[in-house]
Each structure stands twice: as C-alpha cells, then as structure tokens.
C-alpha cells in the first residue's frame, strides 16, 4: 500500500494533487452539463450536435500540436498552467451566466467548445508533463498513475453532483460552479516550493517544434502505442454520447446521465490505483486493457435494464483508464526529458484529436441507429486497436524481450564528443529505459563510473 502512494511523500506532489482533485470535480461537473445542456434545452435530443460540440472541444489539441508542445518545452508550466486555469475559469463562468440569462444558444455554445478547446490544448500537454516536475524519476510512472486516480476518482463525485445540481436549479449553477474549483488549482500552482521541482532538461536544438516529430518517428513503439490510442479515442471513448442517449432510452432524467458518468468512474478508479501499484508501465498491458474495453462495451451494449447497463460500465472503466494511464506512464518514462512536453502534447493531440472526427460519426450512428449500436462501433474500433499492438508485438518480439532491454545503445562518431559530468548526465537519461549489463560486469562498470566522466557525443 505504501509503494501506491509513495509519490505523496513529496510536499509539491501533496499540494498539487489536492488542488488538482477539486478542480477535476468542476471539470467532470462541465462536461456532464455541457453534453446535457446540448442534447436535452439547445436541441431536441441530437446526438449529432452532442458529436460536434464534443468534436469542436478536441479539434484543437489536433490542429495546435506543435505550438501547444514547444510551448510546454520553453515556458515555465506552473506559470502557463496559472494563465490557462485562469482563461478557463472564466469561460466556464460566462457560459453559465449566459444560461441564467437565456441568452445562449447552439451555434454560441458551438463557440464556446472551440475556445475551451484552445485553451485545453496549452493546458493539457503542460499539465501532464508538469506532473513528472513534481517527483523524481523513479516515481514518475506512479505519480502519473495517481494523477489519473485523481481525475477519476473527482469522476465519481462530478457527474452525479451535476445531475443533482441540475435537477435542483438548472445547468447554469454548475458552470459558475466549476468556476469556482478552478480557484483551487491556481492557489495550488500558488503555494508550489519552486525550488523542489526537478530540474528542466534543455537538450542542444530542443527549441525546434519539429523535433518531437521527429524523435516519435523513429521509436516504432511510440507509433504503434499512437495508432492505438487513435483508435481507442475516436471511436471508444465517446462515453457522453453514451451514456447520454443510454439514459434516455431507459427514460431516465439528467441524475440518471449523471449516476451512470459516476458508476464508470467506479471502474476507472480501480484501474488508475492499479496502476499505481505497478513499477513500470509495459506496451502489453496498454494491449490488454483496450482488448477488455473491446470485450466490455460489446457486452454493454447488450443489457436489457438500466441498472445491469451501469454495472458493465464499471468494467469498461477499468479496462479504459488501464489502457490509458499505463500508456500515458510509458510515454512519460520512456521520452527524452528535454522533449517530454512536445512527445507528450503530440500524444494528447492523437488521444483527444481523434474525437473531431470519431464522435460525429459516433453522434450519428446514435441518432440513426440507436445507442447500443454506436457502442458496437466503439467496441470494434477497440478490437482493431487490440489486434494491431498484439501483431507488432508478436512480429518485433517484444513478448519474449526482457523490457530493459528493447532499446539498444548508439553513438554516432560522426558527431563530435564532449566530456560530461556523471551525475548530471544520470538525470538525463534517468526518465529512460535502463541498458542492460552482463550481471558480472555491472560492478566494474559501476566502480570505474566513480572515478572517470562519462563521454557522449555532442548536438551540433
């Protein structure tokens, strides 16, 4: 239990997980009524229009990748993230007070999405990198692991607090009301030691935007792992649409949208805190969970009741948030420091941008056909994601290839060399997999590391 939360023992990771879990509540609060406020008071049950709001919301996280991701490399990100919690708190509170005064309508709210869309794609890459600023290398996977268990646990208790919210007084309350959580995460950002942070990496060139480009280009693994998190967030992970039209067709109000958002949020908790509790984030275990998501959302597709309905979600939580943050730690682990926020914002960007183009079809496929075939969609779009990472794997060997050793070492002569201090060297490539020694000749290396420093070749 004590190695789940060991990322807690720093001061910085305590603070910001409180900030971070209040302000995850208003976020799911918004979400919940925003789709809702879409489907049931600006149309007449269009799922379609559910598809484009949510399509405009991720479009820029797409369409922005390379700025948003140089960006969180060349700024400071607890300042950037104190500017884009600020803008989104500010929309949030005037798309609520337009509510309240009946002034909004479909096309406004339109531009609503796309701007919080904008202001998500800083936020987002900044955010996600800042939390391996927080802890140290080796912690690094379970903070990423305890962050989501953060946002999903703030999961269980948002949606349904909107349902309720507005059952009681309307839509409106719940936008000024994330407003107001949003003030938790900038006094988070606020009381921050600065000093405590890891130090940033800024590797020769790391200013150009096309670097984390080209970095992902020659990791196969990476591409793989992308392609199925495409799959998986265009099509799969369409979950207000869902569970939106779901609770309309067993005729329940927005408590019924919100408990059902709740009860998937059950499962995606077990499936963060798992996380948590493992070393490492393995390619594998990303195949595994998108192939029980594939297997889930078949079966919820299937359920005759409402209730039987809400308990196959806590298993495609699971399976979801599995695949997810074990994908989201490899990625974190396994990058460059001094191209984290570029690798990772292009990793946001493919997970959320695929939603511009998956949930109007999703939307669609719900209006025409019904909702429970538009989870069929999602579940098959899963098992194509599932069969092309079990292929690459089988085909590169990595089932049978001891993890610390997939990638191998190489040194360019062609580039001139420098002479490095040792220990600065070691904080570079500690968020890296780790080169595997022969057991007899890892004492010598590592007596001869003590007394001479290590040569690496130098960026032109």
């Known amino acids: 239990m004590t190695s789940m939360f060991?990322?807690?023992?720093?001061y910085n990771y305590r603070v910001w997980f409180v900030g971070a879990f209040v302000s995850n509540i208003g976020t799911w609060m918004q979400a919940t009524a925003l789709s809702w406020v879409v489907l049931t008071e600006l149309t007449n049950n269009d799922a379609g229009a559910m598809g484009v709001t949510m399509g405009l919301q991720f479009a820029p996280p797409l369409l922005l990748v390379s700025v948003t991701g140089w960006?969180?490399?060349?700024?400071?990100?607890?300042r950037l993230?104190?500017?884009?919690?600020?803008?989104?708190?500010?929309?949030?509170?005037?798309?609520?007070?337009?509510?309240?005064?009946?002034a909004m309508t479909l096309p406004l709210m339109y531009a609503f999405a796309l701007a919080l869309g904008v202001a998500g794609a800083f936020d987002t890459p900044a955010r996600q990198a800042f939390v391996s600023d927080l802890v140290s290398r080796t912690d690094a996977s379970?903070?990423?692991?305890?962050?989501?268990?953060?946002?999903?646990?703030?999961?269980?208790?948002?949606?349904?607090?909107?349902?309720?919210?507005?059952?009681?007084?309307?839509?409106?309350?719940?936008?000024?009301?994330?407003?107001?959580?949003?003030?938790?995460?900038?006094?988070?950002?606020?009381?921050?030691?600065?000093?405590s942070l890891v130090p940033r990496v800024r590797a020769p060139g790391a200013a150009r935007l096309a670097d984390g480009f080209r970095y992902v280009a020659g990791r196969p693994d990476l591409l793989v792992m992308f392609v199925m998190v495409f799959l998986l967030?265009?099509?799969?992970?369409?979950?207000?649409?869902?569970?939106?039209?779901?609770?309309?067709?067993?005729?329940?109000?927005?408590?019924?949208?919100?408990?059902?958002?709740?009860?998937?949020?059950?499962?995606?908790?077990?499936?963060?805190?798992?996380?948590?509790?493992?070393?490492?984030a393995?390619?594998?275990?990303?195949?595994?969970?998108?192939g029980l998501f594939a297997a889930a959302a078949a079966v919820a597709a299937a359920m005759p009741t409402y209730w039987l309905y809400a308990v196959t979600l806590m298993a495609t939580g699971f399976a979801v948030v599995t695949a997810l943050t074990t994908a989201n730690g490899y990625v974190q682990t396994t990058t460059d420091p001094a191209l984290r926020g570029r690798v990772l914002a292009l990793y946001m960007a493919i997970l959320m941008g695929g939603t511009p183009l998956g949930a109007p079809i999703v939307g669609w496929v719900a209006a025409e056909f019904g909702p429970r075939t538009a989870m069929l969609v999602g579940a098959a779009a899963a098992a194509v994601a599932c069969a092309v990472g079990a292929v690459w794997m089988l085909a590169s060997g990595?089932?049978?290839?001891?993890?610390?050793?997939?990638?191998?070492?190489?040194?360019?002569?062609?580039?001139?060399?420098?002479?490095?201090?040792?220990?600065?060297?070691s904080d570079e490539v500690a968020a890296t997999t780790p080169i595997g020694l022969p057991a007899e000749s890892a004492p010598h290396r590592s007596r001869r590391s003590r007394s001479r420093p290590l040569i690496r070749a130098r960026g032109r």
Do not use: K
């Open 6 to 10: 060991r990322s807690f023992a720093e």
């Open 71 to 78: 960006v969180a490399d060349r700024f400071d990100r607890r």
């Open 81 to 102: 993230m104190m500017i884009t919690q600020s803008v989104l708190l500010m929309l949030g509170t005037a798309i609520g007070t337009m509510l309240l005064l009946g």
């Open 142 to 195: 379970n903070a990423v692991a305890l962050n989501s268990a953060s946002f999903n646990g703030a999961r269980m208790i948002g949606p349904a607090a909107a349902g309720l919210v507005i059952v009681a007084v309307g839509t409106g309350w719940v936008f000024l009301l994330n407003g107001v959580t949003f003030v938790a995460m900038i006094v988070a950002l606020a009381l921050l030691r600065p000093g």
């Open 233 to 280: 967030g265009a099509f799969g992970m369409n979950f207000p649409i869902f569970a939106s039209t779901m609770a309309l067709e067993f005729g329940r109000d927005a408590d019924g949208y919100g408990l059902l958002s709740s009860i998937l949020a059950v499962g995606s908790l077990a499936g963060a805190l798992m996380a948590a509790r493992r070393e490492r």
């Open 282 to 290: 393995r390619l594998r275990l990303v195949v595994a969970g998108i």
């Open 398 to 425: 990595r089932l049978h290839r001891h993890e610390s050793r997939r990638f191998a070492l190489t040194i360019d002569l062609t580039r001139p060399l420098e002479i490095v201090d040792p220990e600065a060297f």
